[in-house]
């Protein structure tokens, strides 16, 4: 058997705590429950768990938001993803930001966003091979003073379009 790849559900405390776990193991950023919960409360749709038969907890989780970017465009985000050491090198990574990724799509999302630290060379392997492109390098983005790449990845035509070239004149009335 392989590892299931589901939805994160909104209705079990559990699955907050163990999405939690993750990602403070892994990441650098310290998160409070707040930022957990504006983005799980907000687009659970968005939030997706790797789930192994052989382990009691998930091993991988994806979280992600989608949200008008200057009256433009829908930008998808993807905030957090994270896998158990035990479980890396395998694809479930690339599997998770997949699904993230056709869900966004499915929302009409032009774009996707994210920030991975210049130091992770594994991230920024994953998202450039799944065709992400570097922006923009941020200095001292994270709190551990560490630089951050902003990556996109265009979906639509709009996003290879300024944000104030797509915005409509409004109409003056007379």
């Not at 650098?28 to 687009?43: A, D, H, K, M």
């Not at 790797?50 to 009256?71: F, L, N």
């Not at 920030?115 to 799944?130: D, S, T």
Request: charged residues 30%; hydrophobic residues 40%.
């Amino acid at each position: 058997m392989g590892i299931e790849y589901r939805r994160f559900d909104l209705s079990k405390i559990s699955e907050l705590q163990h999405v939690q776990r993750l990602i403070d193991e892994d990441l650098s950023e310290p998160y409070s429950v707040y930022v957990y919960r504006y983005f799980l409360n907000q687009w659970p749709e968005l939030c997706y768990l790797a789930i192994s038969p052989t382990e009691p907890q998930p091993i991988g989780c994806i979280v992600c938001k989608a949200e008008e970017h200057r009256g433009a465009r829908l930008r998808g985000y993807i905030g957090m993803l994270a896998v158990t050491k035990e479980y890396r090198k395998r694809g479930i990574a690339k599997r998770l930001v997949g699904i993230a990724i056709e869900q966004m799509r499915k929302m009409g999302c032009d774009e996707i966003m994210l920030e991975a630290e210049v130091e992770n060379q594994a991230a920024l392997r994953l998202y450039e091979g799944m065709g992400f492109i570097r922006v923009k390098r941020m200095f001292r983005y994270y709190l551990n003073q560490g630089d951050a790449f902003k990556l996109i990845l265009p979906v639509t035509e709009k996003s290879c379009i300024r944000s104030t070239f797509l915005l409509q004149p409004e109409t003056e009335v007379l």
